[in-house]
């Protein structure tokens, strides 16, 4: 059986398809250099993989080919030219490890010479090639780039891409489409006359003339609401030339291009009043954060689960919305999985509590964070006794420093709140004031607090200091930190937590995936030290961890005699002692989150039944 070889075939956009670097073109040149070697070729085609989308975990045709390759199916690979692999460091050095541990010989371009890994030179030849390709690609890109601003510039208005909506393209020159223009007018009046996206989805769909640009699958709603938000319809777009500069974007240049408007200015402006509205009310009614957002998802659609209450209980649930986005955007959706798995929703509170109890329970154990810890605390050691009191004595003054530096700002942040109040400051200046002084306090009160934590080993330099007591009680402190602070001290550990309902079980199954591999990692003695004492090393562990919880279906409360007593005493009080209305009743009782017997918000109709069930005369 002959030996393989693997062909990494990839384009980086759809025009290098048909030129001479396409992937028929890589392929036939493949497979002719690994009949010549005498090698039976095995294809890896990646397609048009853009050079911004190169990390590992986004090319699986090339996680396939390191995989035969760690099988030790295949040690020997083609590709046409270096950046084929990877163009940036973290792709190209993954790529790199795997080459030279499993000792791969590599063949570029037509030659049938192979590039040896563990040899320094062929090595530093490799580094080079690859760092040329770069080069090479990066200058195609400035001048293409420099080559469509200087078009605009001399002033063509189509910058490239998709034809937007409404006009067509002639010499390089958006002009309108006499029938796109129309509809268009017709769906920015439908918006400032109450229809919503939808409606104009609907009313967009059954036009059989009017087709969107990329899909032919229906019209998308996040289109529309582009559409209504471009700047273009009323005569202008901004083009911008954007650089990534120490790992920040920064405008290099800014164009604005002038094109024929298609929708009256004040239509226009009306609209995104509306539209400014309508997302200002969504924002007021969005629920608080909760803590797992952004870190959870739905197992079986990979998507991130979003926070939503049901009309009919106050709880809170991580829900999917795979179905809704689906119905949205058909095409982007297709090939994810059609029924999603997810039929009962984890509520918000219940499953925060447990899954950080067990992320922290599995801290504690972990023997790498112990090892961190541990070596975190016991710093600074001491060579010289004689010098602990002097570096003890300076460090106690500059704490006393602090401590008074901090006890000013809370008395200046306390100054300016009283001045809000009493409306010596304006409330957009006085805010801006108190999240100053906020995050000062709060800065400040961290290094207080590593300074005490020195303090203490210097106290304690003669007797080391119960480090694993000291790591637990510091561990236990996340239960009361904000709720900011606590999705910062997730984002250190955690990669992710995906979630999965099982119905044999009436239970959520949740995989917590931590970034480095802390679940049962364990301690190896390998010997003892000089000074006596055992020498270890840390053996890593897992990285994922599974947890079950049980499905709580809501239920009626039923409320207590003394707590009904003291609603019947509160809502008798602002009737009667201060004369509301029944509507003013129920905001106030909402306020105080004093829900109904049933455990439901309160409105006017609930209330006049409960007055009425008590035969209290509550007026109308």
Known sequence: MKEKIGLLLRVSSKPQETDGTSLSVQKEIGIRVGKS????????????????NVEINQRPILVELLDEITKKNINKVWVLNTDRLGRYSNSWYSILRVFLEYRVQLYIGESNKTYDLNNSVDKLTIGVL???????????????????????????????????????????????????SKELENIYKMYSEGKSTNDIKTYLD??????????????????????????LYIGYQDWEWKEKVGGDYHIVDSIRIKVPPLVDKKLWNKVQLIIDSNTKNRINEKINDSLLDGFIYCKSCNMKLLTRRRTTTTNRYYSCRSSEYKWKSPKRWKGVKDKCSLTKSPRVDESDNMIMNHILLTLKNSKSVREKFKSKTLNPKFD???????????????????????????????????EIRTKELSESKGKKLVDKFTKMIDEIEIEISRLEKEMEIYTNSSRWIDWLDRMYKELDKVENYTIDKKRKFLNEYIERIDVDYISKKQSHQIEIEFKLPLIDDSMNFTGTKDDGRKDY???DGKTTINLIIPNTKDRKTKMSDSERGKLNKMIIELKVGKS???????????????????NKKWDKSKLSSYYNQLKIDVGK
């Not at 005498?38 to 993989?49: A, K, R, S, T």
């Not at 469509?148 to 891409?161: A, D, F, P």
């Not at 570096?391 to 420093?401: A, F, G, P």
């Not at 909402?590 to 109904?596: D, F, G, I, R, S």
């Open 37 to 52: 070697l005498g090698l039976q070729p095995i294809v890896f085609d990646e397609g048009v993989q853009s050079s911004f």
């Open 537 to 539: 090393e840390i053996k």
């Open 206 to 231: 059954i036009k059989t003339d009017l087709q969107p640009r990329r899909t032919k699958m229906g019209w998308n709603l996040g289109t529309i609401q582009k559409m209504l938000r471009n700047t």
């Open 130 to 180: 690859s760092l040329i390709s770069q080069y090479d690609n990066e200058l195609r890109r400035m001048r293409s780039v420099l080559g469509k601003r200087n078009s605009l510039r001399n002033g063509q208005t189509y910058v490239g891409s998709t034809i937007p909506f409404g006009y067509n393209v002639k010499d390089k020159m958006l002009i309108p489409n006499d029938v796109e």
């Open 384 to 418: 010289e006794n004689k010098n602990v009191k002097k570096v003890k004595q300076t460090k106690e003054r500059y704490l006393r420093q602090r401590k008074t530096y901090l006890d000013g700002l809370e008395d200046q942040l306390i100054q300016v709140e009283f």
């Open 580 to 598: 509301l209305s029944l509507n003013q009743i129920c905001n106030e009782l909402n306020q105080k989150k004093l829900l109904t017997p049933t």
